[in-house]
């Protein structure tokens, strides 16, 4: 049997964080690009409103399961599925939008997150952890960007959105197909190798029995207990955000905000990821403390500029009449508070993936990790969905927000106390050279190679396969 050989590059942990943000950018990023294209695609802003809040719930319920589903199936299978979920929700829309058949908008999928999570929290060395979160981030937002431009240009040039043509949709569902094909582009754990010669993880996938002994000892463990109040917040504030910018915005401006948004989330996630969480000089937990710090200043900051505005109208204010345009004076600074909505908004998820990556290297636990995070999350969107749907005092939204955000970070502080230096001595770490000699000790031939892993293990003693179990 001929064995296809990976090229180097393409087994290391960067190669495979990019296919992961070039898989959501083209599914993800696409649905995310249809709502910027107006009320999720729909003229029914309702109905928009709505599917957000099935959406997320679906993702609530479902993320407490993914991370043992993408350990027993695979991160490969299980993005698939994934990202099968979201080209069946933007062709629910289009079928709503022709059909009129409003029960298909309950099509979701979370499985994606899990699988995103473990390969990028458990992939990369742990000095890459912060800039692997800042590329995939920057590649899946900019799916986002590319829809606000699109949008702001139809509005730009027709003055305001319609629902979306069927052309439309049939573009981004080609786009979106190229994504959800591209998650069998993805390598498993125990075929990735770290520069250092590492491989991520031995086993492939988890065993049933494996995942509950791990479910139980997540929902035990209090580290994930206080970061409960983080994820619950970290998407908390989308409904707020996105209610203000269709309330007291005008078609073109909303397009333009939505575009700011998407370069705020791109550079914010860069900034943080390459410059505070990877910063060189610093010993880990110290980096830990810069980038809580530099997330607490950046909400503080922008929350209070945000109030400062929220205070002078009311649900009651925002009506056509009191739309603001980009052209009129009183859109000053409006503009630059949206992009630094996303700036931040980036920033505190930037550090949420950090915290979780900091505790541990393992694929299988980072999986389960990942999944509570996004149902947590989700859980948290929902709710805030309903806040909105039920039109609650924009205020009330606005400082809802921001509290839960202040209040996630004594906690997350605690947490950052116990990170350590490194995980490499209390996990096991298998070698690639040391798999090899096991093999050919058994009598397998292994072939050669000049990979990216020799020479960077020759200055490092090579541990037993059994060490540190």
């Known amino acids: 049997m001929v064995e296809f050989k990976l090229p180097a590059w393409y087994t290391t ?8 943000g070039i898989t959501c950018f083209a599914t993800v990023g696409m649905f995310s690009a249809v709502s910027n294209l107006g009320a999720g695609g729909l003229s029914d802003i309702v109905l928009s409103d709505t599917s957000n809040g099935v959406l997320y719930g679906c993702f609530a319920i479902t993320g407490l399961v993914s991370g043992g589903i993408c350990n027993l199936l ?9 990202t099968l979920g979201y080209a069946l929700y933007v062709g629910s829309l289009w079928c709503y939008q022709t059909q ?7 099509f979701a ?12 929290m458990s992939y990369p060395l742990e000095k890459d952890k912060g800039k692997a979160f800042a590329i995939f981030w920057a590649i899946f937002q900019f799916g986002s960007f590319i829809g606000s431009i699109i949008a702001l240009a139809i509005n730009i040039r027709e003055g305001g959105l319609s629902a979306v043509s069927t052309s439309t949709y049939i573009a981004f569902l080609i786009i979106i197909f190229i994504g959800v094909a591209s998650s069998f582009l993805v390598l498993p754990p125990n075929r990735v190798i770290r520069s250092d010669g590492t491989i991520v993880k031995l086993e492939a996938v988890s065993k049933p029995h494996e995942e509950v002994v791990g479910m139980i000892r997540l929902l035990k463990d209090w580290r994930m207990l206080a970061l409960v109040p ?19 915005f005008d078609g073109p401006t909303r397009a333009l905000n939505a575009t700011l948004e998407g370069a705020g989330a791109i550079v914010g996630a860069l900034m943080i990821g390459y410059f505070v969480l990877d910063i060189k000089f610093l010993h880990r937990r110290a980096r830990g403390y810069l980038g809580l710090a530099t997330v607490v200043i950046l909400v503080v900051i922008v929350w209070s500029v945000g109030l400062s505005w929220q205070v ?3 649900r009651a204010d925002a009506t056509e009449a009191n739309f603001i345009n980009y052209h009129d004076s009183d859109y000053k600074g409006k503009g630059a508070l949206y992009f630094f909505y996303y700036f931040s908004d980036a920033c505190y998820q930037a550090l949420a993936y950090w915290i979780m990556s900091a505790m541990t290297n393992d694929p299988f636990t980072l999986a389960r990790y990942a999944g509570l995070y ?4 989700s859980a948290g969107s929902a709710g805030s969905f309903g806040m909105d749907a039920v039109s609650t005092p924009f205020l009330n939204e606005h400082l809802a927000s921001w509290i839960l955000m202040l209040a996630s970070f004594p906690l997350a502080y605690l947490v950052l106390r116990t990170v350590k230096e490194t995980n490499y001595e209390d996990e096991r770490v298998v070698y690639v050279d040391d798999v090899h000699r096991a093999h050919a000790e058994e009598g397998h031939h292994v072939e050669k190679t000049d990979s990216i892993e020799k020479g960077s293990v020759s200055e490092i003693p090579a541990p037993p396969l059994t060490a540190n179990a």
């Open 312 to 314: 002078t109208f009311t």
């Open 109 to 120: 999928a979370a499985l994606l997150w899990s699988a995103q999570g473990a390969i990028m």
């Open 100 to 106: 009129g058949t409003g029960w298909f908008v309950i």
């Open 230 to 248: 983080m994820f619950f917040a970290s998407n908390y504030f989308y409904a707020y955000q996105g209610a203000v910018n269709a309330k007291r």
């Open 374 to 377: 996004k149902a947590l999350q």
């Open 74 to 82: 695979g991160p490969r299978l299980t993005l698939f599925i994934g």
């Open 13 to 20: 942990p960067m190669a495979q964080v990019i296919l992961v």
